[in-house]
């Protein structure tokens, strides 16, 4: 009757039981509210639960035997499987500790967790599947910027409009643009890969605040885990990073779904009947129960609906973590779900936004008779007056707005526009004409020739857009190579792991 | 009569004028809303169109004797005042061509823009700003990290409670989480130099989005204003780059003010007549005009309301800048007031936590006896049940927590525990007692020892935490080198456009 | 063959098949992030398809025969379950639709849509959920108040410091707090009911934006779904009305989740060691795998995370649905699900808060004690000097002002105070001594007479606390009662759907 | 030398000074920080100062003469004016007790804040302030719906799309468009109302949490300031309602601002090339420093600006006041000064919108054109089909809807289409021609025709919105009504305290 606290290990559920250092059970109402909600990060555990377990036996802590038995069985159940089997035996941060105890018992099993606490489990689980949301977020990333580097190479002659204030500003060309957008990633993946820096750095070892006073070789664990450094402070570790580690991921999300976002209003406007840029496929659409003869865009709208999550997920993170160091930790939990919901999201509408720009028609004549419509070139005719005319800027470029005006109050359309009409502004502004024939007005005013005269770095020339095609591919291959690193880097730690169990298994 | 459109140049406000692209002058409520919305930029501006003037001399877009004029102007308003001088002719971006046509004329003065747009003004301005920012955070981040350390050497054996979920966790000491808190910071300086390479890339000649068919040389103009190098695509540069540029800096300064926040809630937990741990001196405090007795922690709550602030300013960027590419062009301004705003607050701010820390009396017996009433110790008696009586880290975790729990029920506290107690507990568990002595149980109990027993690597044994500090001390002299090259560089750029303005000025 | 369009009506999935207006089916990727969005609205959709088939056949639009022939089929597919039978052939806005069609044919079947779409569906659906979320909300917000004035009336005479800025303020009692807590939910309901007032507006026969040149009776529906009214305008119930209302639920909910968290934030405060006011039950805690000795508050700690995930449903809804009018369609799911969630915790976590509560023992003695510690009272004692010794007030507080600094500074606490440091601060302060005995200044400084003193209106004698408390009760009465009146509401339109189905079906 | 810490009353600048409370004087950076935060609230706390002396003296706390003395010196302020005055002594809440202490001493003027607190006076401050704010609103919004209504009459038979997901959807009128409009800010001055009664309680004599133990009379204040009622618990008027009726304004503001920026997009959108619906008048546009051409919409984006700024507000309020109850007491001036910053704006931004509007040219022709060129009455063809051919609704929208993909694949616009591809359609569905002359069609698909159509309650039909604007103007006249009263109460409430005043200070 004595040992009735002890419970039956083949039931062992978890040290927080009624009757320890708490009378009662946890309320179901808030199980249920907290259950589960660590589940998703089991498979980096179980494999901290081997790496502890290793490095304890390597440091005398476990003996070889015992080590050996807790390791056998940790294997055991990956045939159940990793997540079955943990959830079985009640889930969460320590189901590796129950499945152990429930199999060989607490003599043996109970020894799993010494030097270990919560912090350190639900940090080391925390990090490696931010690790992992980032590194699939780098390939998506990287799998884009090439896509759009090559769909620009299709597209170096293909004129359109350039907009600021959604009005007509500047002749481009949608490879042109579609380099933009790969640079754009560029930074994107820096900033992912700098994160993944700062993030995976080990917190195996750093117990709730302070590590152990038992001999736990934090560099071994971090080695076996495939981190790349450990804290120097276990408190910062585990107090702090926590933190401001929480906070980044959902802000480097943030930008990426922005520009995503951006894009996917780009294609929406490009799509609309007044527009007319893009015809995106019918797969990508839905239709209308009233009026048949809609064509919705709805797979840019699903990146825009995400994009608000994004920026939710940091306000959650920012707003969840406030108060005094430590005291907010189930808040954790609320931030970890939005964050990683909207990065699993991000690798989806990555690749589907891609696959749209690939499966739609670039309208070529639409865009080339718009870009000719509204003045788009009307710049180069100031310049023209400067360089042929040694007008000043300011001078040439207010005789060109006059004659707009006066177009435009005349009803009159690009097409219709004559030298006469520049005169008269050019007269109206400073009592002299300039004098150009219609042909040099009409030349000047070319939005073919306007973009092909821009050969200067960054500028919207053929020529100019392969050479800037050619170095952004250039960076895609160094990164590719940052990536394959870091996944050998990873892989090789699996397998060191991999190779320290078999030891002590295999009686080593 | 005829030349009434060209405004007298003594006069002339800028582009837009009545008359000219537009029939009306811009309304006075709108002017109001905007005017001014630009002039703190005017400063690099400044140097910007001194730049862009030197390029196009070099280039022979203008001549050397046209060049020297516009710079002798430029240097002229220098007297005035750079911005007093700017904001006279009408403020803004265009300021500089204003003052300059008012001073030379048209002629000469309004070639100053050729090859130039607002685009790349008012990115030059941006970037500039936000480098400024970024330095100036950067210093006074490396300020405060010295700071916490020299404070922490202080306090290596001001042994403290390390709290989570607001509860005693374990014995820390109070130089120990000065550490974590440098630690924290040293990620801080690392996102904002990060942030920095990002940002101090030039738009400058990139124009509107195409850059220009005049021979800009735009690694010229990058060169002379300090850039780091130049966009590849000018409509990354234009289109692009002010917008997840102008996400990123709130951001990085939204993180670093959750955390100062953090500490700002530490010390004012710290300062209630209930935790007394530390008394804040008096002039960083308000009393009440009714309860005589109050002494309010007014500067911590200050930095509190500011993080606010710096959330909000992520949502201002991120909302206002939403929709197709280059649609938001003004809601910019209202993202770079919100950023602006809270970097400035940030050096107060961190110079003022530190300075109150440095400041306040550390109630070193109050930590102490606090850190020895609620148990706080408790792990490292479990720990020795482990070490001593070979029992399973879980069972002893479990007799401990049973004790705890019987002496909470009986009304005892942690002075008054027994070694009987814990046989009691251990027989409850078991079946069998641990036989520890009354002294054994004491020792283990001991919150000194428990923060001297952890001398592993992240641990807090006074050795062990003046490594650390000699580790962060490392860094930072490297991340103060790493601040000061970017300072050189820019003093050097600085120095380079002032010679070759006096190459033209001084007709070279 | 030349029928192949058509589909076989036993398979028919929808009006949106590949070869009617659109040529490919829709993308599975895309199917899978969007499918099952709707699903949860289908019980409301339900009873539409029914209200808007009964009011077609009263106006004439559908013979009686074919609409008994559709009510008999929608009631049929109640035996399978709404939920269920929808989702089986295909879920969706449209699933009514669907599941007639195969069930009795397009000819029939396809009846059922006329003069209606997609928009009034979705937007019966939206609103019909949202009061229910509403109608839930109150309810439980009435639970709350009751259980709040009941608690509050065991505690009448519990004395306990208030604070603020984290300092002790003023005595008040731990009733007095609790009548406070059920005024603010007082607000919160009102807030509730007047949001119901605007959502529960019917947009049913407003079509997409226009409604129909067929003769609905869009009176009659809303009659039929309980809505208190019609939109006089279609276009508003349709394109504005979706905006506004989706913007309204997650503030209201956002206001009460703040306060909810802010008792939550008082709870964890007062579980500290430190400060020790109550004892929550070991139900609502969880402990530590490493240290024994905790006992973390984890119900609180829940609501604080919900609250952070609160606040960002307002920004997912404010940033999804922005842009020129209707743009954003498919961003309100994202906004919705949001609401929702949140919306449903709400009710779980009020009655968590009020359960626990009730369950905690408040430490009775601790809080009196802790009162007369600090000074807590000292407002009165300036009180005294001005109505016994006839000093201005503020010539009171400087002289009690005094007095504490002068304990603080010689280290006496409340309990060491002499009359003859008082006079020592009076003749500091302008030379001459107030003269209080050592009886008269320990009666000012009695918490416990503060309390009840203070007797005029929202004070905190006990009898005017009873007071506050009836006046309170008398108001849910009277809310109790409006909540009854939109349930009565709400079951009478029930009633007279089933009536007009039954008409129609029982051949009328 | 004794008497030293009285201060000079002629120098006298607040109660906390060194020497009294505290030991030394407050941070020169703290109060840069600080100083000037409540500044702006001087004039309601002006009217404060008069009216707790006034209920003191009635209530006898004060003598009479006492009373008039400090009224005659507030009274005297007024010629230096009340901020000017204020601020000159100090500023800030008690910056009357300041100007009457050095104007007639410390025995009188010292009298006037006893029983009140900082509590009261800001929340006073903020009350009165933000009702202010309210009413401001209200009567704007009130003026934009008038406007919005008469506009909507000129444009009653101004046919034009209206669009869904981007894509024109079916035709209604610019008038119908804008009764739409005001029937959504009709809800917007309903929650400013329903805030308004909620925010206009009085928080006057409840001091700092728990009210006072002199005779205060809180409903006598309360009707000197306009307020219409007291709360009946102090802790809930000083410690509750500060947070959630400052959480509450920003809301309202919101989601105001939501809508308008949604507008604001509405316009922009018009006014590209593309669409040309609208044109806005030159004074509300900027132009381009190198694009001639470029006339860029600068009012409605500084409105989507502002809209940014107002979701910023509810998370800086939100985010700021976290906490435990009354913990975050600075943190609100941040969350005021971003909600009165949108407040102002909002006045000015929606009389712009208004003005923009009425100035605007609406091109009625390209509406109409657009309206007839991508098939946006197609709904009234299928609906022709059910009525004459006897169609299912569905079978009806499944031939129209293949009609117009087979147009799309032959290159046909609405205007080239016959009713043989019509028949083609229908057979191709279901083997049966539909039989419509080419005259049929062409009127079903007339979007004139399908405006009139729409008669029903809500419909498009001129003598239906004609019904509806004469329902919301009657409506508006309410609600100016309801305007005119607060404002009369106020005014009311205004004379009620100069009499009271006179009475004392002329002996009454």
Redesign the interface.
């Known amino acids: 009757m ?2 009735m ?2 419970q039956d290990p083949r039931k062992y559920k978890g ?13 179901p ?2 199980s249920k ?2 259950d589960g909600r660590n589940n998703n990060m089991l498979p980096p555990i179980h494999k901290f639960d081997q790496a502890h377990t290793v490095m304890q036996v390597e440091q005398g802590m476990l003996t070889r035997e015992a080590g050996a038995a807790i390791l056998k069985s940790l294997l055991g159940s990956e045939k159940e499987g990793v997540i079955e089997s943990r959830v079985r035996v009640g889930g969460g ?2 189901s590796g ?1 129950q499945y152990v ?1 429930r199999d060989i018992g ?9 030097g ?4 350190d ?1 639900s940090s080391v689980g925390i990090n490696v599947m931010q690790r992992n949301k980032l590194v699939a977020g780098m390939k998506a990333i990287n799998r884009a910027r090439r896509f759009l580097l090559e769909f620009a190479a299709q597209h170096l002659q293909t004129v359109m409009p ?11 060309t949608f490879g ?2 579609m ?3 790969a ?2 990633l560029e ?2 993946f ?2 992912f890969a ?1 994160t993944y820096r ?1 993030i995976n750095v080990s917190p195996a ?12 070789d ?2 071994r664990t971090a080695e076996l885990l495939g981190f790349d450094a ?8 585990i ?3 926590s ?2 580690d929480i ?2 991921l959902p ?1 480097v999300l ?2 990426i779904y ?2 995503m ?3 996917a ?2 294609i ?2 490009w ?5 007319q840029f893009i015809d995106v ?19 840019p ?2 990146i ?6 994004a ?21 954790r ?3 970890l779900e ?1 964050t990683w919901r909207i990065s699993d999201m991000l690798v ?1 509408h990555l690749d ?1 936004l891609c696959q749209l720009l690939k499966d739609s028609r670039i309208n070529v004549d639409k865009l080339l008779t ?1 870009t000719g ?4 070139a ?3 005719l ?2 023209y007056l ?1 360089r042929e005319r040694g007008l ?4 040439a ?2 005789i ?3 004659m ?2 006066l177009a435009e109050e005349r009803g009159l359309s690009q097409k219709d526009v004559t030298a006469e009409l520049l005169d008269e502004a050019a ?5 002299t004409p300039v004098g150009l024939t219609q042909e040099e007005m009409v030349s000047a005013l070319d939005p073919v020739m ?2 092909e ?2 050969t ?5 020339a053929a020529a100019e ?1 392969q050479r ?1 095609i050619n ?2 591919k250039g960076r895609i291959t160094e990164d590719e190579k940052l990536l394959r690193d870091i996944e050998d880097r990873l892989a090789d730690a699996d397998q060191k792991l991999s190779k320290a169990v078999s030891a002590i298994v295999n009686g080593g």
């Open positions: 004595k040992e606290l002890k040290y927080r039981s009624s009757g320890i250092r708490l009378n009662e059970p946890f309320m109402e808030l509210l907290i941060l320590h500790e105890i607490e003599e043996i099993g109970g020894q799993i967790h010494l270990r606490s919560s912090g489990l350039g907009y600021t204030f959604g009005q007509q500003g500047q002749p481009l042109y643009q380099v933009a957008w640079a754009s930074r994107d820096e900033r700098q700062r070892g750093s117990a709730i605040m302070v590590g152990s006073d038992f001999p736990i934090r560099d450990v804290h120097e402070n276990c408190a910062d570790s107090l702090n990073r933190m401001d906070l980044e802000m943030s930008i922005h520009t976002a951006k894009w209003d780009d929406i406007l799509s609309t009947s007044e527009f496929p019918d797969r990508y659409c839905g239709s209308s129960s009233i009026m048949m003869q809609k064509k919705n865009i709805s797979g709208a699903e825009k609906g995400a994009s608000s999550y920026l939710s997920s940091i306000v959650v993170a920012y707003h969840g973590l406030k108060g005094p160091t430590a005291w907010a930790v189930s808040e939990g609320y931030a939005a989806v589907l718009s419509s509204y003045w788009a009307a710049t180069d100031g310049g400067v000043a800027w300011r001078t470029h207010q060109v707005g006059i707009i005006r007269v109206a502004y400073h009592g306007f973009v005269r821009r200067m770095k960054g500028g919207t857009v800037q170095v952004f």
